[in-house]
């Protein structure tokens, strides 16, 4: 009998730390959605995603994929993208895992697979951001980007997800807080509001 207990203790550990990343990840009330999306300035991410951006210039640079330190992200948004120069596939995030633990047993292009891509970057500014907004694939794969003036990722749409990162303001190094999913309508209106944090 102890035997079966110490096995069903074993097997929820080992379910529970399957599952730790999607256990950071939580609905945000009704109540509290107009507060969270105050605080993130929504009404000017709204804008600029309502914004046409028609005069582009592409150019090809390479696609970098997230790390394990990243929640699953809405249309395989490139980690590299986290600033405007598309070659960061490192941020500072809080988090409890340490890289050794990530590259243990790992084969280093497993950890980190590439490729080129072709992207198309505006040469107009952001609406009311003033920043600059890049957009990747086409259709219904496509990815629009937006940053701030100092280059770091403010939010980008994939379908009716737009995703907001949260920077810790640091002269050297900014680092990474929060991300919030907000599931949006057909005219950008917030219809569910999801918090990660790292």
């Given at each position: 009998?102890?035997?079966?207990?110490?096995?069903?203790?074993?097997?929820?550990?080992?379910?529970?730390?399957?599952?730790?990343?999607?256990?950071?990840?939580?609905?945000?009330?009704?109540?509290?959605?107009?507060?969270?999306?105050?605080?993130?300035?929504?009404?000017?991410?709204?804008?600029?995603?309502?914004?046409?951006?028609?005069?582009?210039?592409?150019?090809?640079?390479?696609?970098?994929?997230?790390?394990?330190?990243?929640?699953?992200?809405?249309?395989?948004?490139?980690?590299?993208?986290?600033?405007?120069?598309?070659?960061?596939?490192?941020?500072?995030?809080q988090s409890e895992i340490s890289d050794g633990e990530f590259a243990e047993g790992r084969d280093p292009e497993d950890m980190n697979p590439s490729g080129k891509i072709r992207i198309k970057v505006s040469k107009e500014k952001s609406r009311n951001l003033n920043g600059n907004v890049i957009q990747l694939g086409e259709g219904d794969s496509k990815l629009s980007l937006f940053y701030h003036p100092k280059g770091q990722i403010s939010h980008y749409l994939y379908q009716n997800t737009i995703v907001i990162f949260v920077w810790k303001p640091s002269l050297e190094n900014p680092q990474l807080t929060h991300l919030y999913f907000v599931k949006v309508n057909a005219d950008y209106f917030p219809e569910e509001v999801k918090e990660y944090t790292f």
């Amino acid at each position: 009998m102890k035997f079966l207990f110490l096995s069903f203790c074993s097997i929820l550990i080992f379910i529970g730390s399957l599952f730790a990343s999607d256990s950071k990840l939580k609905l945000i009330p009704k109540q509290k959605t107009a507060k969270v999306l105050k605080s993130v300035a929504y009404a000017t991410i709204r804008s600029t995603v309502m914004g046409n951006y028609s005069r582009i210039e592409e150019k090809e640079t390479t696609y970098q994929t997230c790390s394990d330190a990243f929640p699953s992200m809405p249309g395989d948004f490139p980690c590299n993208f986290l600033d405007f120069t598309g070659t960061t596939d490192q941020v500072n995030v809080q988090s409890e895992i340490s890289d050794g633990e990530f590259a243990e047993g790992r084969d280093p292009e497993d950890m980190n697979p590439s490729g080129k891509i072709r992207i198309k970057v505006s040469k107009e500014k952001s609406r009311n951001l003033n920043g600059n907004v890049i957009q990747l694939g086409e259709g219904d794969s496509k990815l629009s980007l937006f940053y701030h003036p100092k280059g770091q990722i403010s939010h980008y749409l994939y379908q009716n997800t737009i995703v907001i990162f949260v920077w810790k303001p640091s002269l050297e190094n900014p680092q990474l807080t929060h991300l919030y999913f907000v599931k949006v309508n057909a005219d950008y209106f917030p219809e569910e509001v999801k918090e990660y944090t790292f």
